[in-house]
């Protein structure tokens, strides 16, 4: 059974910085793109950044050089590193996973396995 939790998220005030966890169980970690999303109260989910499973990422153009998206294979946990926080980086954050590739997938949001999210709330 394929089981993603994160862990991590908080209340910091903009220009802080948080590291968001997500251990990953039940499947061949490796084998598997892995990205994070955020929702903020009232807008649509999006994603933020993600690791495909030849180990190239790519980041949302919001994030970009703030963010940084890695993994521990060994721990099968997969971080998201949040620097220079802004408060519209408030949301509820999810880690998800698929077996495809991430591409499409990922860009259309249709990625199989989802975590329950964390919540990162930062204030001006």
């Known amino acids: 059974q394929v089981q993603l939790v994160e862990s991590g998220g908080g209340s910091v005030q903009a220009g802080g910085s948080l590291r968001l966890s997500c251990a990953a169980s039940?499947?061949?970690?490796?084998?598997?793109?892995m990205g994070w999303f955020r929702q903020a109260p009232g807008k649509e989910r999006e994603g933020v950044a993600y690791i495909d499973k030849d180990g190239s990422t790519a980041y949302a153009d919001s994030v970009k050089g703030r963010f940084t998206i890695s993994q521990d294979n060994a721990k099968n946990t997969l971080y998201l590193q949040m620097n220079s926080l802004k408060p519209e980086d408030t949301a509820m954050y999810y880690c998800?996973?698929?077996?495809?590739?991430?591409?499409?997938?990922?860009?259309?949001?249709?990625?199989?396995?989802w975590g329950k999210g964390t919540l990162v709330t930062i204030s001006s």
């Open positions: 998800a996973a698929d077996w495809r590739y991430c591409g499409g997938t990922y860009s259309k949001g249709n990625m199989a396995y």
């Open positions: 039940g499947f061949t970690y490796l084998r598997y793109c």
